[in-house]
């Protein structure tokens, strides 16, 4: 069984800046994807940010250059350094852990909430 334990959430300002972390334990196979998903109210659950085992990250277009995305292959745990912070990244932010060999699996936290305050 893999497991993902999210922290870092909470409530900033306008311009803050938070950081989440998310941590995989269980079996877990070395070439994988992880990465940060958010759903907001009424909205559907869209992509944040992933990064690769191999370090190849991908951003959506609405939080590049605000947000970095980093791993620790050794701790299997994965960050997410969200500065300039606006409205509009609140959201409940969900880690995800995938990868396929003959099967394709996937894996997800329980969810971090971060509000931003206007």
């Known amino acids: 069984q893999v497991q993902l334990v999210e922290s870092g959430g909470g409530l900033v300002q306008a311009g803050g800046s938070l950081r989440l972390s998310c941590a995989a334990s269980?079996?877990?196979?070395?070439?994988?994807?992880m990465g940060w998903y958010r759903q907001a109210p009424g909205k559907r659950r869209e992509l944040v940010s992933t990064i690769a085992s191999d370090g190849t990250t991908n951003y959506a277009d609405s939080v590049k250059g605000r947000f970095t995305i980093s791993r620790d292959n050794a701790k299997n745990t994965v960050y997410l350094q969200m500065n300039s912070l606006k409205p509009e990244d609140t959201a409940v932010y969900y880690c995800?852990?995938?990868?396929?060999?003959?099967?394709?699996?996937?894996?997800w936290g329980q969810g971090t909430q971060v509000t931003v305050s206007s």
């Open positions: 269980g079996s877990i196979f070395s070439t994988n994807v």
């Open positions: 995800n852990l995938n990868w396929k060999t003959v099967l394709a699996v996937a894996y």
